[in-house]
């Protein structure tokens, strides 16, 4: 992934509430699509390696939380949270996090996370292929910014945090508002 790339286009398999279906689980599964996230809106996407993992849950997506309302002020539209997880498990994170601000995307199979080149093989830690960690600003489905930890490699015996913080990217919609002003 870089500076001018336009995302792949893929199909996110969702699970959406929906009380027609009735009964205890009143969801339905609805594909969304690239475009469905991504058109004609300036958003920050962040990938992961894994939901309820200590550094995604503890530090990088409550962060995101806690930054969306500047964020916003900063001309995003949206936060969107992805990782190589199903939409059984990404909903239940979402719902144990309390995200109000923070969206999830499921990618599932990793279609997406291998199109922006970013799988890895997290073998090692029993996770198998995952994102790595990376953080972007994306206009209308083209990469205008991206940060990503150093050390992308395949089985790395360490988790690197830091640059895809909400921190470093409000910096940068901080200095891209004060360029524009």
């Known amino acids: 992934m ?7 286009q ?3 398999q969702t699970r959406v509430r929906d009380e027609s279906v009735g009964g205890p689980n009143p969801y339905r599964w609805q594909p969304m699509h690239t475009d469905d996230y991504f058109k004609g809106k ?3 996407l962040f990938s992961l390696p894994g939901a309820f993992t200590p550094t995604c849950s503890t530090y990088q997506l409550p962060g ?3 930054a969306a ?6 001309g ?3 936060i969107y949270c992805l990782s190589v997880n199903d939409s059984f498990v990404m909903n239940q994170w979402a719902k144990s996090q309390k995200l109000e601000n923070v969206h999830v995307i499921p990618d599932g199979s990793g279609q997406f996370t291998e199109g922006v080149g970013m799988m890895v093989r997290k073998d090692n830690l029993g996770f198998g292929p995952r994102s790595w960690r990376y ?3 994306v206009n209308d ?22 640059e895809t913080s909400p921190e470093n990217v409000l910096d940068y919609l901080r200095a891209k508002a004060v360029k524009a002003a």
């Open 141 to 162: 489905g083209v990469v205008e910014q991206v940060f990503e930890e150093p050390g992308r490699c395949d089985n790395c015996p360490e988790d690197p945090y830091g």
């Open 2 to 8: 870089k500076v001018g790339d336009k995302l792949p």
């Open 42 to 44: 300036r958003v920050v």
């Open 76 to 78: 995003i539209d949206t």
């Open 64 to 66: 995101f939380e806690q």
């Open 135 to 137: 953080a972007a600003v």
């Open 10 to 12: 893929v199909t996110f």
């Open 69 to 74: 309302d500047e964020m916003a002020d900063l």
